[in-house]
């Protein structure tokens, strides 16, 4: 059974700092590429960042130079580093994990919130 458990979400004021970590279990997770999403109110899921099995990794616009991916394979964890948060960063933070190989494999977590707030 494939099982995404994200953490590390909270209230944090603007221009401060969270450390999200979503750990993995079920999937040989050095294969798989893992992405961060988030979901504001009202809105729709958008992409936050993604890293490769290899460690490549790609950002949305909103958040390059502010947010950092990275991934530890011996410990099956993804982490999303944020820093100078903005209160339009307030979302609910989902952990994915993408493999391919002729057929889609996808996997969420169940999320994590994120509030900005002064």
């Known amino acids: 059974q494939v099982q995404l458990v994200e953490s590390g979400g909270g209230l944090v004021q603007p221009g401060g700092s969270l450390r999200l970590s979503c750990a993995a279990s079920g999937i040989i997770f050095s294969t798989y590429a893992m992405n961060w999403y988030r979901q504001a109110p009202g809105k729709r899921r958008e992409f936050v960042a993604r890293?490769?099995?290899?460690?490549?990794?790609n950002y949305a616009d909103s958040v390059k130079g502010r947010f950092t991916i990275s991934r530890d394979n011996a410990k099956n964890t993804v982490y999303l580093q944020m820093n100078s948060l903005k209160p339009e960063d307030t979302a609910v933070y989902y952990c994915?994990?993408?493999?391919?190989?002729?057929?889609?494999?996808?996997?969420w977590g169940q999320g994590t919130q994120v509030t900005v707030s002064s």
């Open positions: 890293i490769s099995g290899r460690g490549t990794t």
């Open positions: 994915n994990a993408f493999y391919y190989d002729g057929s889609n494999y996808e996997y």
